[in-house]
């Protein structure tokens, strides 16, 4: 891809090919109020492709009230949203994640009677094209359909190395390889932008450092772009290329991690709160 720039060399103009750096996600502007109380405020950001970025913040920033929007959980007030040049402002989350962008949740929400295998097959359910029909009568298009799902399943799981779990229920899983689990169902839905609401949240250091890893790994295996929330300062500060940070629904930083660690602003919004944790 790319776009032609005029430029000037030794005083003749000519026309240069330049590689342009694309937008996969602009959310310009957006403003999500609940009655009186304003949660986002103006909130613009752009991610480039493979880009990994921290939204970061005090506890009742705004920070899950915009995720929501950009997956369709929530209409904003004003402002939009572009996916890869698409509106998805007033999309519903089926639609949003269809187009590409898939999200894990504070809490884990895994079908925790489920084994691996079947709980990273759902995720692979939304791109299934037979119809009710075909699935009752297992037509050789099912039949197929179903085969490819489960083919591309144990693909899945071999590349988030969690193929020696493949049988074990879900909730017998320890507690680090659940989330990594959890972010494998969302990759089964073939995202191109992944959004990961504290996906720390209660690990331990050990867990922190390989969850780490594990997001550049299918970072770059997986072509994607990651928007994350996350309290955890070394993790934001270990892995995100760029931070923002909200407070009280407002961007009061965007930077660098080194500059968004001294900025006074973000300094002052958590006070009492260590940033280098
Ligand atoms: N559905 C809703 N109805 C009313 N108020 C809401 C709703 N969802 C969020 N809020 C409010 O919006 C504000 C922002 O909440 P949000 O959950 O987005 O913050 P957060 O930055 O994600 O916080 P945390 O880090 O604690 O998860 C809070 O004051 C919250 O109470």
Redesign the pocket.
């Given at each position: 891809m790319g776009s032609w720039v005029r430029m000037k060399y030794h005083g003749i103009c000519c026309w240069e090919r330049r590689a342009v750096i694309v937008a996969i996600l602009e959310v310009n502007k957006i403003t999500i109020k609940?009655?009186g109380?304003t949660?986002v405020s103006n909130f613009s950001l752009n991610l480039k492709e493979g880009e990994i970025v921290g939204l970061i913040?005090p506890?009742?920033?705004?920070?899950?009230?915009?995720f929501n929007a950009i997956t369709g959980i929530y209409v904003p007030t004003s402002g939009s949203i572009m996916f890869q040049g698409n509106d998805i402002t007033r999309l519903l989350p089926d639609k949003i994640t269809k187009l590409g962008v898939a999200r894990t949740f504070?809490n884990i929400r895994l079908f925790e009677n489920m084994s691996v295998f079947e709980n990273v097959l759902v995720g692979h359910h939304l791109r299934i094209k037979s119809s009710f029909i075909d699935a009752t009568f297992r037509t050789p298009k099912y039949n197929r359909e179903e085969k490819m799902m489960r083919d591309q399943t144990l693909e899945l799981l071999e590349k988030v190395n969690l193929t020696e779990y493949l049988n074990e229920k879900a909730s017998s899983l320890p507690y680090g390889q659940q989330r990594h689990l959890e972010i494998a169902r969302a990759l089964a839905t073939r995202p191109k932008l992944l959004l990961l609401d504290e996906p720390a949240a209660g690990m331990n250091p050990k867990e922190s450092e390989e969850l780490m890893e594990f997001l550049k790994q299918i970072r770059d295996k997986f072509n994607l772009t990651i928007l994350l929330?996350e309290?955890h300062m070394q993790v934001v500060m270990g892995i995100c290329e760029r931070i923002l940070v909200?407070d009280h629904?407002i961007t009061i930083a965007e930077g660098t991690p080194d500059e968004v660690q001294n900025n006074q602003k973000v300094i002052e919004a958590y006070l009492g709160v260590e940033l280098d944790a």
């Open positions: 609940f009655g109380l949660a913040g506890n009742g920033a705004g920070k899950t009230t915009a504070q929330i309290h909200l629904g």
